[in-house]
C-alpha cells in the first residue's frame, strides 16, 4: 500500500484529506507542521506528501528543501496544497522541489487528478 504523508495544521484539511486519500487505498500518515514532518520522513520515508506551505514551527517551503536534502529525500512525490496560488509561489514550490500543485479548497477529483499527473495513482 502507497504511503501519504498528510502536512497541514488545519486538523480539518488533514480529516478531509484523510478520508479522501484511504479511500483512494493510501496508508495515511499525519504532521500538523513541517518539523513534525521531517520527524515522519526521518524515521520512515513516505511514498507521497501531500504539503501545506503555510504552518507555524516549520513552514512547507522550508520543509521541503530540508527534505530534498535529506537520506532519502529526493524519493518521496510531493503535492503542494494551498492557498498561494500566485505564480511566484507556485515557481518557488516546483523549483524547490515540489512534483505538483493542488489549490485549496479541493475535493477528491482534485486529488485524483494530480497524483494520477504525477503517477502515483
Keep these: 500500500m502507497t504511503s501519504c504523508l498528510i502536512v497541514d495544521d488545519s486538523k480539518v484539511v488533514r480529516m478531509v484529506a484523510r478520508r479522501i486519500l484511504q479511500d483512494l487505498n493510501f496508508a495515511c500518515i499525519e504532521a500538523e507542521d513541517g518539523k513534525g514532518a521531517m520527524d515522519v520522513c526521518l524515521d520512515k520515508m513516505p511514498d507521497v506528501i501531500l504539503l501545506d506551505w503555510n504552518m507555524p514551527v516549520m513552514n512547507g517551503i522550508d520543509f521541503l528543501r530540508e527534505l530534498r536534502k535529506a537520506d532519502g529525500g ?9 492557498t498561494e496560488n500566485d505564480m511566484a ?13 493542488i489549490m485549496k479548497p479541493f475535493d477528491r477529483a482534485i486529488i485524483e487528478a494530480k497524483f494520477s499527473q504525477v503517477g502515483v495513482l
Design 89 to 101: 509561489h507556485i515557481r518557488e514550490a516546483i523549483s524547490a522541489g515540489a512534483n505538483e500543485y
Design 74 to 82: 529526493s524519493e518521496p512525490v510531493v503535492v503542494f496544497c494551498t
